[in-house]
Structures are given as C-alpha cells and as structure tokens.
C-alpha cells in the first residue's frame, strides 16, 4: 500500500512538472527580441513576432527563458513583452502558407538551373514549419562544396523577402538531420552551425 502511494506521488509530481513545462505565452508587442541571457545587453538570437507562441521553460524577475517549438531554439525574453493571451490586435496575419508555395517553387526552380548549368544537385526538397520557419532538404554533396554557404544565404534572402519579416531556415542533409541553420539576426543573417 506505501508503495502504491509513493508511486502515486512520484507520478503526479512529474505530471505536474510536465504540464507547468508547457505553460504557452503569446509576444504582444509588434517585434521584441529572443536573446541569449537575460540581459538587453545579450547577443539577440533573431527577433520575434507580434502573437509568436511560445513555451516557458523558466522564470525570473523580469525575464523567461522560453522555447520556440517550430525552430527548437530557447532564449530570453523580457517579461513585459509576453502574455497568457494572444493578442486581438493581431489582425494582419502574413499569409505565411501563400508566401511558402512561391519561395518553394523558386527554390526548386534554382536547383534545377544549378544542375542544368553546373551538374551539380543542390536541394531536394523545401518544408514549411509554419509561420517564417522552413526546412531546406539539401543533398549530401552539397554541404562538402565551398559555395554551399553563400547559396544558403541566397535562399535565406529569397525567404525573408518572400514573407518580409524575421525568418528562419534550418538546412539538413537526405536524411532529414540538421546541418545548420541561418536567421534573422539584429543587422544581419546568422549561419550557426548544429550541435548534432
């Protein structure tokens, strides 16, 4: 019997921890920024949208540390600029899913111009993640190449001034595993590459 209530305990104790790691909040001003301490003064990791959600992971005074589900990327965000709420102002929502079709379209179309001038394959395949993040599926090959990060600065312009805000590409190889990724960045677009 003491060891079914233990059991008991343990289970709701982690139950609890999981649903308080899942608390959402919702960017209520027209673009505040996710940096990477809780310092104004910190490198900011790219700027965020006005009703952008996004999931606490912890709390101090004046600052979350949040997670952003469709890129996978946890930074700091000032308490003032983040609500329980979605914002009701946010009335002119991008058509992020019309301006996808059109960036991957011309992705697609440049892939084949590179293999029909130079023979060489560079992208298999574009993905939305939602809202200005996409994922570039890439050949193998193409990451060994030298020119592999001036083209993926290419197709990051091409997305950003598709949807004309702060946006987000993650580049991986054929089996779908994250190379590196390039976003919005304070001045300009960062390549970081992944921890994998």
Do not use: C
């Not at 505040?32 to 009703?51: A, C, K, R």
């Not at 011309?106 to 023979?119: F, G, T």
């Not at 595993?177 to 994998?196: A, C, N, T």
């Amino acid at each position: 019997m003491k060891l079914n209530q233990i059991f008991l305990f343990v289970f709701f104790v982690f139950s609890f921890d999981y649903l308080k790691s899942k608390e959402k909040m919702y960017s209520v001003t027209e673009l505040s920024n996710l940096y990477v301490e809780p310092n104004i003064e910190s490198p900011i990791i790219y700027p965020i949208d006005l009703g952008k959600e996004l999931i606490i992971k912890k709390k101090n005074d004046k600052w979350f540390s949040v997670l952003d589900e469709q890129t996978g990327l946890v930074g700091w965000v000032q308490k003032e600029f983040l609500s329980d709420n979605q914002p009701e102002e946010n009335l002119k929502k991008k058509d992020y899913k019309s301006s996808f079709k059109a960036f991957r379209g011309r992705v697609l179309e440049m892939s084949a111009s590179i293999k029909d001038a130079i023979s060489i394959e560079t992208f298999l395949d574009v993905k939305h993640l939602g809202g200005a993040a996409a994922v570039v599926i890439a050949h193998n090959e193409w990451f060994q190449g030298r020119r592999h990060a001036n083209q993926a600065f290419q197709v990051y312009d091409m997305w950003k001034n598709q949807n004309q805000s702060p946006s987000f590409l993650s580049f991986r190889n054929e089996s779908d595993v994250e190379q590196f990724i390039i976003l919005s960045g304070p001045h300009r677009p960062r390549y970081l590459k992944s921890s994998k």
